[in-house]
């Protein structure tokens, strides 16, 4: 009896407290995938989704790494001014948050919750499985103009990726920022500037 009221408490404290743990991705796959002229000639908005199909773990592992993973020993697939190296790239899931580790090729847990009614205001956003927060740390950039070009690489990237493998993506400057910012466990220096939806 004493036995069973252990293991139902035991279960019962692992589901209250979510089901997000971190993830070690796959290794992205860099060779082969559309021509950089056609996925230019492809990239585009859109603003529905498939509310079941998701990402495969793999082609999240590579869009994570073509949006801002690193393509040397310590350097970025974007650039960034003075090598600041200031954006922080955030996934939003429904089974929560996690901030991408590029050196580990990993994604750690920020928030254990479904923060996705966060994501954004227009409702497609606030439904989507995978949104991305693309966040800049004014301590190591401070300049707006710079943290701003950085972002916009990395969603240039995200919407480059997105073109080359036929998923759907729009970058939004539309969501609650403190909210947003609060749910990511964000610090005084870092700023949310873009949030980007993908998927089918
Ligand atoms: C900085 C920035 C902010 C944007 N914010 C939003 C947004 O909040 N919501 C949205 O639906 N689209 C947003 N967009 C997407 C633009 O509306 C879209 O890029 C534009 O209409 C051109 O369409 P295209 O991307 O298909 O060429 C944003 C784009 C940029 C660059």
Known sequence: MKYKFLVLSAMMIIALSGCASDINLPQ???????????????????????SEKRLTDQQLADLLWAACGLNREDKLTIPTALNKQEVSIYVIVPEGAYIYDAKSNALNVVNAKDIRELAGKQEFAQKALLNIAI????????????????????????????????????????FDEDALADALRLNENQRIILVQTVGY
């Open 28 to 50: 992205p796959q860099k060779n082969g995938g559309m021509s950089l002229m056609e996925a230019l000639s492809k990239r585009k908005s859109t603003r529905e989704f498939n």
């Open 135 to 174: 966040v800049s740390d004014k301590e190591k950039m401070p300049n707006d103009l710079y943290a701003g070009t950085s972002a916009g690489a990395v969603m240039q990237n995200i919407y480059l990726w997105c073109a080359a493998n036929e998923v759907g993506t729009v970058t939004r400057g539309s």
